[in-house]
């Protein structure tokens, strides 16, 4: 005898909209079956862990079948008693119930994406009601002697139990579809469906695949549809090299199936979860555009796939890296709202930071050829870290490289390497900034340090002036450009103050001749051969970020240099003596023009005029001849 039963008021509600509000991906009733089937045997094969006897080959199967309008999920998981399947399919209510409809209560009409987030209120099964005008639940429990049961309802209010005659533990559900759902009857829509969300659960999903043979007859297979490859679970040492490249070709967002490492993490106590993150080999050519920018990590829930574009489980300076994370601990299909600001996954991105970057660091020091490569890849991004990553800039620090004066062309030294090389003499990092080797390596800011047998870092990425403002230190040294601002060595300042007065003429002739682009004249010890430098402020922009901002069409303020004088160059005493004579000599402003863009040309800014640059030079070299 069948026994009727009301469902509780809240559930009854919520099955009210389900059959009546939502229509919006529907396909997601197949992904909650799916899951609470594996549910279902996750907690069967925990029991046969102390009981042998019921351990069976577990098994998801889904059968569509037209003729009866019907598609049927079976587990041969857990089970229920009668008694447990009316708690908890009908009369408790989760705690989530309420609050689901209060959401779908608040969102009115806009509820187009609610039906994502039925499983993360745990009200997953009822979703069946989207496609179903009528489901059918037989199960009988495992291990025990309680009979099988039916439940049945379509939904409107009431269900029903009665005796079934299953003898088999596990749970079969039968939906009924509503004739606009019978594309859920297709077989390449139900394994697309689980390749989406479900291929790396756990257990085999299979669907019966009927062929018909010459004579008519058909013969009927069992299909497996999901991978089951769930390799993020096992352990690295259970994996073989090529399931790893297969498997990165799959979640790689450059394609190809070289990866570089392939980094294992799994993290157990207050947040569990498990991840396989990749290191790639190469970056694609359009590494810096915003798509690329905008990648995060896969995010499955217990196996089951959540979104492959979570951007909350990695910062941005790591975007290069690709791979899965599986938490246990969220709710199976958490909305993109509720991953918004998760404390959980913050912590998930905390850990999955911090074992990239050490093993980073152990990539460096154990394998310097493939850091190297690794480096020359993503080092551009990975330095952004520096900058928008107070706790870990420490670390970041330890894993940049730059090529530097004293090291061939394509070499990279590390900020330790170069520290530990420092002359005891030396107490600051020295850095210049530029758009390429070639020209930041004749800078005549170089000249003194070269002298003094420093190196100086060549800083030529076109970020990198923009991470200098947050380098600061590095084992506890500071950072100095060598082209910007005051720079004093011990014991030069005397020198200094009498070459301003014995110059005084020649300043004062520049600091005229140059007003509009030149806010200071000054003496320094920086240059050894050339006569003179052009200097920025110490906290102003480099003319190389200047002409950065400038080709992307942003406003820049012109910021006045400084123009330095060596005092020790035979051209400044000379020109000095000619100011002396006559300050307003046109071949004073000749060799004033000529000077100044030098100075231009040796940081490898663009002369304002080249033409009269040229014509500048060729009329000296014709009077150095007469
Ligand atoms: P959730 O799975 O989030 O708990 P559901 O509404 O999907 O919420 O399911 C309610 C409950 O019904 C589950 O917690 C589980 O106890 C039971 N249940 C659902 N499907 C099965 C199944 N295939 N086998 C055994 N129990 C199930």
Known sequence: MAKSREFKTEIRQLLDLMIHSLYSNRDIFLRELVANAADAIDKARFESLTRPELVRDWAIRIVPDKAAGTLTVSDNGIGMTEEEVIDNIGTIAKSG???????????????????????????????????????????????SDAPAVLWSSSGEGRFTTEPADRT??????????????????????????????????????????????????????????????????????????????????????????????????????????????????????????????KRGLQLYVKRVFITDE?????????????????????????????????????????????????????????DRKSYDQFFGEFGKILKEGIHTDFTNAEKLKDLVMYESMNSEPGKFITLDEYVKAMPESQKEIYYITGDKRESVASSPALEYFRKQGYDVL????????????????????????????????????????????QYAALVEFFKKEFADSVGEVRFS???????????????????????????????????????ELNPEHPLIAALNAEAEKDAASPRLKQYARVLYDQALLAEGSPLPDPAAFAKAVTELLVNGLK
């Open 168 to 293: 088999e533990p596990g749970t079969e559900i039968k939906l009924h579809l509503r004739p606009e759902c019978a594309e859920y009857l297709d077989s390449w829509k139900i394994s697309g469906i689980i390749r989406k969300y479900s291929d790396y659960i756990e257990y085999p999903i299979i669907m019966p695949e009927v062929k018909v043979n010459e004579d008519k007859s058909e013969t009927v297979t069992d299909k497996v549809l999901n991978s089951q490859k769930a390799i993020w679970l096992r352990r690295p040492s259970e994996v073989t090299e090529d399931e790893y490249k297969s498997f990165y070709s799959h979640i790689s967002n450059y394609g190809g199936t070289e990866y570089l490492k392939a980094i294992h993490l799994s993290a157990e106590g207050a947040s569990e979860f498990k991840a396989l993150l990749f290191l790639p080999k190469q970056a694609p050519f359009n590494l810096l555009l915003p798509e690329i920018q």
């Open 97 to 143: 119930t309420r609050a689901f409809l209060k959401m779908l209560e608040e969102r009115g009409d806009q509820a187009g994406n609610i039906p994502e987030m039925i499983g993360q209120f745990g009200v997953g099964f009822y979703s069946a009601f989207m496609v179903a005008s009528k489901v059918e639940l037989v199960t009988k429990k495992s291990g």
């Open 525 to 563: 010890i920086r240059l050894t051969d050339s006569p003179c430098c052009l200097i920025t402020e110490g906290n102003a922009m480099s003319p190389h970020l200047e002409r950065l901002f400038r080709a992307m069409h942003q406003q820049i303020p012109v910021s006045k240099r400084i123009f």
């Open 458 to 501: 060549f800083m030529t990425d076109p970020i990198d002036d923009w991470i200098m403002q947050s380098m600061f230190q590095y084992r506890k040294k500071n950072f100095k450009s060598v082209d910007k601002g005051d720079f004093e060595v011990d014991g030069a300042r005397e020198k200094l103050e009498n070459a301003a007065k």
């Open 310 to 366: 979570c951007k909350q489980l990695i910062p941005d300076y790591l975007r290069f890296v690709c791979g899965v994370v599986d938490s246990s601990d969220l709710p199976l299909n958490v909305s993109r709202e509720i991953l918004q600001d998760n404390p959980l996954l913050a912590k998930i991105e905390k850990a999955v930071t911090g074992k990239i970057l050490s093993e980073l660091k152990k990539l460096l020091e154990t």
